[in-house]
């Protein structure tokens, strides 16, 4: 049974990946076809989230009393930012570069977990801290004469993602996932709501069926996430949620045409290399 349980965590932290890149693509199709701004992307992306939440905590008759409050409010306002750099880096760039430097996050829990979770540093956390900057330095490849504004946000999406996950592990010490998933879409609907008034624009209906989709994709891929790190080692969990790069990329190359040199796939690699690093899998071999 648990060798079952294992199989469909690691399952689910795939499928959330890919559910993630759907989001993303989703997101950019928006970008390409209309003049809808990311920020109301964003929005609707929150509310989709709260909307799944809110009855969900109301049928199973779920406290919404937090025992640390404080936690919770941390990870929202964190995750609330990173999602919103995500959804501007890709109105900026392209699909592919965007994920990829997102996905440094991991790599940022690991360096700010003595800061911020009271956990000692290993010197190989700064070693893949200049393995994962190199990756994405040769990813957004600067001239320096006009900075590519998509990756910068992307980039620092990844940041303040890796100070929101670090956020999250001190929540979960105290609060279960489900309320601190209530919390996050409440406090996010508001604040990305009040952003994104000055950008606001009426969708077509195709658009704003898109704009549902991108939102419901990235729920499942929250969930599923959430459910599978909690069947599995964080060890091959993260391994696996990994392979949002994987996905985007192909459906970037395939959907949009993004375009793939060598210093981006080496970039891709350096990142892939300090992911693997930081799961620990590499000292497993």
Known sequence: MMKVTSYLGELSILFSA???SFGTVFSKLINNTSNVHSLEISFVRFLVGFCIMAPYMIIMRKSLKPVRMKYILARSLLNTFSIILFFLGIQYTNVTKANMLNMTSPVFVFFMAPFLNKEKQRFSGILYLILVMSGAYLVINPDFH?????????LLSG???????????????YDDTSIILFYLYAFATIISLIMCIPVF????????????????????GQLTMSWGFSQVDACMGSVISASRILFSGIMGILIFADPLNLKIVIGGTLILTALLGVSGILKKH
């Open 146 to 154: 006009s900075i590519q504004m998509g990756d910068i946000l992307a």
């Open 18 to 20: 890919l559910f993630l």
């Open 201 to 220: 624009a009426i969708p077509s209906f195709k658009i704003l069926v898109l704009m549902i989709l991108s939102g419901v994709f990235g729920v499942l």
């Open 159 to 173: 940041v303040v993602a890796g100070v929101s996950t670090s956020a999250l592990r001190e929540a979960r010490k």
